[in-house]
């Protein structure tokens, strides 16, 4: 008896459930242990802390952390808030770089002023960075208000 030829999307369709199918037998286990390590990693959300933010329970992690974190920021802002270049990815985005460096300069300076400055919010950032090794910040460009 001659087998039936399957068309191109059933074949998809096959693939696609075959694949689906193997995920959710053969990958759940180690997704429930990821989940499991997750957890114990990030510890139990402090009170104050956002959600993103780690919750280091780990006595010797967070000597480690806080000992490395003031050194980046030293490394990073030797010079205070100047202490950086802006480097032109091609030929004319040179006269656009002091232009650059003022906006820059302004959001730096005005970052964190209800915090207790940029550098009490370099260090949350810096210290996210050392125990993820990612971090997030956002650097607003232009606020505008809708007058309605």
Same mark, same amino acid.
């Given at each position: ?5 399957? @068309?191109?999307?059933?074949?998809? /369709? ?12 053969? *990958? ?40 490395? /974190? ?32 003022? /906006? ?21 950032? *810096? @210290? ?10 956002? /650097? ?9």
């Amino acid at each position: 008896m001659k087998k039936k030829r399957k @068309t191109k999307g059933e074949a998809l /369709v096959e693939f696609v459930l075959d694949r689906y199918n193997y995920s959710k037998t053969e *990958l759940a286990g180690i997704r429930s242990q990821w989940l499991e390590y997750y957890e114990d990693y990030r510890g139990t959300i402090a009170e104050g802390k956002e959600p993103w933010q780690a919750n280091y329970i780990i006595p010797t992690l967070k000597d480690v952390v806080r000992t490395k /974190v003031p050194l980046y920021a030293n490394i990073l802002f030797a010079n205070g808030l100047k202490s950086w270049d802006i480097i032109p990815g091609e030929e004319e985005d040179e006269k656009i770089i002091p232009i650059l460096k003022d /906006v820059m300069m302004f959001q730096l300076e005005n970052c964190g002023k209800n915090r207790g400055g940029f550098f009490s919010v370099i260090n949350e950032f *810096l @210290t996210q960075f050392e125990i993820y090794g990612y971090s997030v910040a956002k /650097v607003p460009w232009r606020v505008e208000k809708n007058k309605g």
